[in-house]
Nanobody, 125 residues
Framework: QVQLVESGGGLVQAGGSLRLSCAASGRTLSRYVMGWFRQAPGKEREFVAAITWSGGTKYYADSVKGRFTISRDNAKNTVYLQMNSLKPEDTAVYYC??????????????????WGQGTQVTVSS
């Protein structure tokens, strides 16, 4: 059974950077699309970024384009989210997710069956 474990969250000032990691254990993520989502208090979980198995297709929410970069190291069974120019509105619990799904559904949280426990990101103004 695959388990996803996020790390790298924390407290950072506006304009700063953080790098989140999501490590999978239990089996390889071969063919899996990997996604990052976030959920702020009182809000629904929202899409942040996703990447295909090959890394050839990456998709970002408009709110993070140009600031966040998703990548993956299949040899390490790990996906990353580099977050630059952070804003207070980026404050949320960030979750990684995995699924074997079509590219067209990468931004839909309901498409994913595997989820990590989440890591808190807090951006102070």
């Amino acid at each position: 059974q695959v388990q996803l474990v996020e790390s790298g969250g924390g407290l950072v000032q506006a304009g700063g950077s953080l790098r989140l990691s999501c490590a999978a254990s239990g089996r390889t993520l071969s063919r899996y699309v990997m996604g990052w989502f976030r959920q702020a208090p009182g809000k629904e979980r929202e899409f942040v970024a996703a990447i295909t198995w090959s890394g050839g297709t990456k998709y970002y929410a408009d709110s993070v384009k140009g600031r966040f970069t998703i990548s993956r190291d299949n040899a390490k069974n790990t996906v990353y989210l580099q977050m630059n120019s952070l804003k207070p509105e980026d404050t949320a619990v960030y979750y990684c997710a995995a699924a074997i799904i079509p590219v067209a559904t990468m931004s839909n949280p309901r498409s994913y069956g595997l989820w990590g426990q989440g890591t808190q990101v807090t951006v102070s103004s």
